[in-house]
């Protein structure tokens, strides 16, 4: 499965973004889709997950500002990104199942 993220861009600080990722190859049997990012000279971090039964998880950090949802049809996983803090500066990536990665995309949030 190859995997294609976009969407990031540079934002003030309490804007929005809704990130894209989309798969070449049907997501309905993956067990889950992930979003992760990494900010410079920081580790890669968990930021959602969503199961294939539809739950989902968020790092603490980003609860109650980021929802993670998926199109199975369009073979598609979002990120939808509000309240922006420049903290969330990062490049984000996508995976399947934590074995297929996209390339990333860069978020940056302005103070």
């Known amino acids: 499965v190859q995997l294609q993220a976009f969407g990031g861009g540079l934002v003030q600080a309490g804007g929005s973004l809704r990130l894209s990722c989309a798969a070449s190859?049907?997501?309905?049997?993956?067990?889950?889709m992930y979003w992760y990012r990494q900010a410079p000279g920081k580790q890669r971090e968990l930021v959602a997950a969503?199961?294939?039964?539809?739950?989902?998880n968020y790092a603490d950090s980003v609860k109650g500002r980021f929802t993670i949802s998926r199109d199975i049809a369009k073979r598609s996983v979002y990120l939808q990104m509000n309240s922006l803090k420049p903290e969330d500066t990062a490049v984000y990536y996508c995976?399947?199942?934590?074995?297929?990665w996209g390339q990333g995309t860069q978020v940056t949030v302005s103070s």
């Open positions: 969503i199961t294939r039964g539809g739950s989902t």
């Open positions: 190859a049907s997501i309905v049997t993956v067990n889950a």
């Open positions: 995976s399947a199942d934590l074995c297929y």
